[in-house]
């Protein structure tokens, strides 16, 4: 009985769960193309790593961290005689020597601009050869051919619009080369956005390792007579222990262990921001039926009357929900999948080729999304529900007005919000004093949603008092419309109050995003100005600054005391016998002429001369003081004995957990061929005076050097904002579904609300009121809707920002900064979300025949 009542209701009020159905859709549709997205992208890169990966792969020592490829550490490398070892190995069907380096720039001697990737991927460059397995395929020209011929990737030739015969120049850490594009190479698979340039073996060692008979790993494939494990470990005990050795399994799980951390974050993100449109969807959803169950009160109460039981309406409202719910989900996975197809095609945009032919649909997308929605759908219609089957036949058979929720009602409410807020507020106020990131970060997370929820549960008390208090003015600037508005906004604040919550929940988010954002900005503005004295710094997108660049600054007459930096991986014996792992900087002795650097403790120039400086919080954490004889061991090298002359203070975020020592003691103690090369490079003007012109001339010494950033201080700042604001762009664009849902339950709820007022609408055109008239008010009640949510989403948003900001001075963020335009923005995007969503409903109630309405049919 009840699910027949269900399917009935749904058919017959199909056209007022129209917006309910397409909030649920566009939300469930977020978290399907989400999951069936991050699937395909798992199942294709996991078909790469399986497809490529040797049975045995061997790399000297242990492989370097990704901060240490990108921050000019040497590549490691294996001798001649390895490779034949390995091949003469039992069991062993072939064995071949890899050549491959990252810290490569690909440029167009054309147009003296980079070709490689610009969204971080790195340029690879290497050696061609044929293997087993291999992902490359040459579709256009032939194998490169001895000095001066290269194969370079499909997508970036097209990108560069290159093709084969066409020169190209390569920057590597020992020159600059000018070659031939001799033929294009195809992934078989997928490029994962690299851009991929290959020598014939000798070329490469020349021009990457700057010798031959070298490797940066080896690669071996079994006759099958001996298992992976059985190779590994025979093959270990003919090198030796020094060199690294992984079966395919352990190098399909190396090569997955960054880019999965990557899609795990970007699945986790797009979930959370799929979480809050479902969230906002959720309010829609709980408006539709709570003003649905007030429409049908005399339907239910015959319902009643005819002998159908409380909970039997409580079912049936639930199996309607469920309904609805269901085909949501189902319209949304269905979208989902052509939203993932959308991403598939915008990362091959910016590089990363997806067959959307082979996107992965896993019975856990499907399933996940539907139970998401339907579960939002029936949590959202349990109150209406619960409503619904309280009705008694006597009432529901009398003449139904919406009830206003104040005065004795709304006690319990508001005491439960005000608890709620108390509690959430003291976690927020708690956050900002915590004595780490972890503690704060975990206060701010429970403050948020618990005052999150406070100001919804409060949000008709809220509303009431602000309509009453700024209500006032709209008769005033729109007459009778206005004082008719003001009244109906307060005639049902709870529907007022929980319409408002959608956007305020949205507005919240951006707002808070904002403070976030401008407090990053301005802290490292801050923090570039305490710390940087150099007129000019010097960095490189591939991580290194080759020595052939450095001879080039150097010999640039207008610069005046050029230091460098240089990243060295290092192991620290303490006075306690513990060794700990970290990097240290190793600089040149004017390095602090170019930084401004707050020591705690100790001389920062003695440390550089002949000792070691240490961060604070490193000292603190291991009990040392300045004086202590410590075991340092750089590059793989021997211990040595160095003395802690400074302990730097944690003032400034750019120092954060640095150790520095002179270049010159580090030069002691690491070979040439091991010393990494130089990251950071800066410098400043000779004559103060004529800095302008020295920039320019800088910039123009490097132009052969496109990967190379030459950055004043505003250029610096103007990078870190940059950074900062394509980030925030993403987070708006992520919110903008959310804020898409708080809109269309602005609409959903002007839309049932004049059908609601059919009658009340006919019988105020019959007293005068004129059509524009009609118009005008439901745009004003719609205005009153979105402001009271900008104004309380901004004011919330506001306290989580500086919360935030708080709970992360240890990070960095040490400067508050709230937009000044921040409040002009939102109550514009207010009244534009209000125009727009009131747009059909003022239009329908406008056009609304006058007799017909005042015999109460919509």
């Not at 948020?448 to 309509?467: S, Y």
């Not at 793989?636 to 003691?665: C, H, M, Y």
């Not at 009121?769 to 009640?781: A, F, G, K, T, Y």
């Amino acid at each position: 009985m009840a699910f027949t009542i269900a399917v009935k209701s749904s058919v017959a009020n199909k056209g007022r769960m129209a917006l309910s159905l397409v909030a649920i859709t566009l939300s469930v549709a977020f978290v399907a193309g989400t999951l069936i997205f991050t699937d395909t992208a798992n199942s294709t890169f996991d078909r790469l790593f399986k497809a490529t990966a040797a049975d045995i792969t061997v790399s000297a020592g242990h492989d370097a961290t990704p901060a240490q490829r990108q921050n000019g550490a040497r590549p490691k490398i294996l001798p001649e005689r390895i490779v034949r070892q390995i091949a003469a190995s039992p069991g062993v069907v072939t064995a071949q020597g890899e050549v491959s380096v990252q810290d490569v720039a690909v440029v167009n001697p054309a147009t003296k601009k980079s070709i490689g990737p610009t969204d971080g991927a790195p340029s690879i460059a290497g050696n061609w050869y044929i293997r087993p397995n291999s992902a490359l395929e040459i579709t256009e020209g032939q194998a490169p051919r001895g000095p001066g011929q290269a194969l370079l990737d499909a997508d970036t030739a097209h990108r560069a619009h290159l093709k084969a015969g066409a020169p190209v120049r390569i920057i590597s850490t020992t020159g600059t080369y000018d070659v031939t594009i001799s033929g294009i190479v195809t992934f078989t698979s997928t490029n994962p956005g690299v851009a991929l340039i290959l020598f014939d073996t000798p070329t490469a060692q020349r021009y990457l390792l700057g010798q031959t008979g070298v490797y940066t790993s080896v690669v071996a494939f079994g006759d099958g007579t001996r298992n992976d494990e059985q190779l590994k470990s025979q093959i270990s005990g003919e090198i030796g222990n020094s060199h690294q050795v992984r079966t395919a399994a352990e190098t399909i799980a190396q090569n997955k262990t960054g880019f999965g951390d990557y899609l795990r974050f970007l699945k986790y993100a797009m979930l959370g921001f799929a979480g809050i449109s479902l969230l906002v969807g959720g309010f829609l959803i709980i408006n539709t039926y709570l003003m649905l169950v007030g429409q049908r009160t005399r339907e239910i109460g015959l319902l009643r009357a005819i002998g159908i039981g409380r909970a039997k309406i409580y079912h049936s409202l639930i199996a309607e929900a469920l309904i609805t719910g269901l085909i949501g989900s189902a319209l949304g996975v269905a979208a989902g999948y052509f939203l993932a197809m959308g991403l598939i095609q915008l990362l091959g945009a910016l590089g990363m080729r997806f067959e959307s032919t082979h996107l992965t649909l896993r019975w856990t997308a499907p399933l996940t999304a539907t139970a998401l929605g339907a579960a939002t759908t029936l949590t959202a219609a349990w109150l209406p529900a619960r409503r619904a089957s309280a009705i008694s036949p006597l009432e529901a058979l009398r003449e139904h007005q919406a009830a206003s929720i104040t005065g004795a009602s709304n006690q319990p409410r508001t005491g439960l919000g005000l608890i709620i807020g108390v509690i959430g507020t003291a976690l927020l106020t708690a956050s900002t004093e915590a004595p780490d990131l972890h503690t704060g970060g975990v206060l701010l997370g429970l403050g948020i949603p618990l005052t999150l929820t406070a100001t919804v549960i409060l949000g008709p008390l809220l509303a009431t008092a602000a309509i009453r208090v700024g209500g006032t003015i709209l008769p005033l600037l729109f007459g009778v419309p206005g004082r008719l508005s003001q009244r109906n906004a307060l005639r049902n604040p709870q529907r007022t109050g929980t319409t408002a919550a959608a956007l305020m929940t949205c507005l919240a988010l951006v707002t808070s995003t904002s403070v976030i954002a401008s407090s990053m900005v301005r802290s490292a503005t801050s923090q570039i100005e305490q710390a940087v004295g150099a007129d000019y710094l010097i960095t490189s997108r591939s991580g290194t600054i080759t020595p052939e660049i450095l001879r080039a600054i150097r010999a640039i007459p207008e610069l005046g005391n050029i230091s460098e930096e240089r990243q060295l991986s290092a192991s620290i014996s303490t006075t306690r016998g513990k060794i700990i792992n970290r990097h240290i900087y190793a600089v040149t002795p004017n390095y602090r002429q170019n930084i401004n650097m707050q020591t705690q403790a100790g001389d920062f120039n003695g440390a550089i001369a002949d000792g070691i400086s240490l961060d604070a919080d490193f000292v603190k954490a291991h009990q040392l003081k300045v004086g202590d004889i410590l075991q340092v061991a750089l590059e793989g090298g021997k211990p040595q004995p160095i003395r802690l002359r400074a302990v730097t203070a944690e003032s400034n975020a750019i120092f954060k957990g640095r150790g520095f020592i002179g270049l010159a003691t580090a030069r002691q103690w690491v070979p040439e061929n091991r010393m990494p090369f130089a990251s950071q490079v800066l410098a400043a003007a000779a004559d103060p005076s004529r800095s302008t012109q020295t920039y320019s001339t800088l910039q123009a010494s490097l132009v052969d050097f496109p990967h190379i950033r030459v950055l004043n201080q505003l250029d610096y700042k103007t990078l870190i904002k940059g950074q900062v604001d394509q980030l925030i762009q993403l987070i708006y664009g992520l919110l903008g579904l959310s804020i898409l849902v708080g809109a269309l339950g602005v609409m959903n709820t002007l839309t049932l609300s004049v059908i609601e007022r059919t009658r009340e609408i006919g019988l105020l055109r019959a007293v005068g009121l004129q059509r524009h008239q009609i118009l005008l008010l439901i745009q004003v009640e719609s205005l009153i809707i979105t402001l009271i949510g900008a104004v309380l989403g901004g004011g919330l948003g506001i306290i989580w920002g500086v919360a935030g900001q708080r709970a992360l001075r240890a990070e960095g963020l040490r400067q508050l900064a709230i937009p000044a335009d921040l409040l002009t923005e939102l109550l514009a995007s207010a009244v534009l979300i209000g125009v727009v969503a009131a747009i059909t409903p003022a239009f329908r109630a406008s056009r609304i025949n006058l007799l017909t309405a005042i015999n109460g049919r919509p």
